[in-house]
């Protein structure tokens, strides 16, 4: 990987890198919201590794942190969590084994904290790494969630009791009729699309809307989704598992509701 270096983030330097795609830390208040966040938790264990190239710029990122603190509704202490991965906004840096080499990096300081493995939560549909590249690495499912959401592990310690989801039908039922949006600083994309649907329930839908800004890890580890740090719930039933457009959220309610 001549071209390429994997570079730690810290509270230092990550405003030089951004995250997620997010760079003018002036013009973006989801990159504001991103980096406080990572400033509370980086004292936790929370990591990210960027993948740099001095040509491509930003090309990827790992970002992980101690099953404890996971921004997912999982109980995976003991485990490292792996919250998001992703490699090359520019096709040419696909396919080149980048991905799998921050998943090491992940395993390697999992392994020096004496962690019992590695979780993370994949999914078939948006906003998630899929399955493949972690079954290469010899994680295996061992749970799974709706509507297409898995949980996977790779274990050191055989013996070690396995991760899980947590009863998210228990969390779904305190939110009642009406609409609530979840969201967490851990995810960026959220504001800006959010600003917009909450405008749209009250101008256009003529609903009430109740917005959840997450606080903690343990509030995300009780949302009624697997995403952890977004969701959409209408009449106590979840309508999107994952961040999503004003328009889609408009066609969303259009099958759900009648409104002019």
């Not at 999992?110 to 899929?130: H, L």
Request: charged share 30%.
């Amino acid at each position: 990987m001549p071209d390429i270096e994997i570079i730690d983030l810290n509270p230092e330097n990550i405003a030089d890198y951004g995250v997620c795609g997010y760079k003018d830390f002036k013009k973006h208040l989801e990159l504001r919201r991103k980096i406080d966040w990572f400033k509370e938790y980086y004292s936790k264990g929370l990591r990210i590794k960027v993948i740099f190239s001095r040509e491509g710029g930003y090309q990827g990122m790992l970002e992980y942190i101690p099953g404890k603190y996971a921004h997912r509704p999982v109980d995976a202490e003991g485990y490292m969590f792996i919250h998001c991965i992703f490699v090359g906004f520019k096709n040419e840096f696909k396919g080149k084994g980048y991905a799998s080499s921050l998943i090491e990096e992940c395993i390697k300081d999992a392994k020096e904290a004496n962690m019992q493995g590695v979780a993370v939560v994949t999914r078939n549909g948006s906003f998630m790494a899929k399955k493949d590249i972690f079954l290469k690495k010899g994680f295996v499912p061992v749970d799974e969630a709706e509507p297409d959401f898995e949980l996977l592990v790779l274990k050191f310690n055989p013996e070690a009791d396995d991760p899980k989801f947590k009863n998210m039908s228990l969390d779904t039922e305190k939110y009642g009729e009406g609409l609530t949006v979840i969201r967490s600083a851990q995810c960026p994309y959220s504001v800006k699309n959010v600003d917009a649907i909450l405008k749209t329930a009250k101008d256009k839908l003529k609903i009430k809307a109740n917005l959840i800004d997450l606080e903690s890890s343990d509030e995300a580890q009780h949302v009624p989704c697997a995403f952890g740090t977004f969701c959409i719930i209408y009449n106590g039933k979840v309508i999107s598992h994952h961040p999503i457009s004003n328009t889609r959220f408009e066609n969303i309610m259009r099958k759900t509701i009648k409104f002019k």
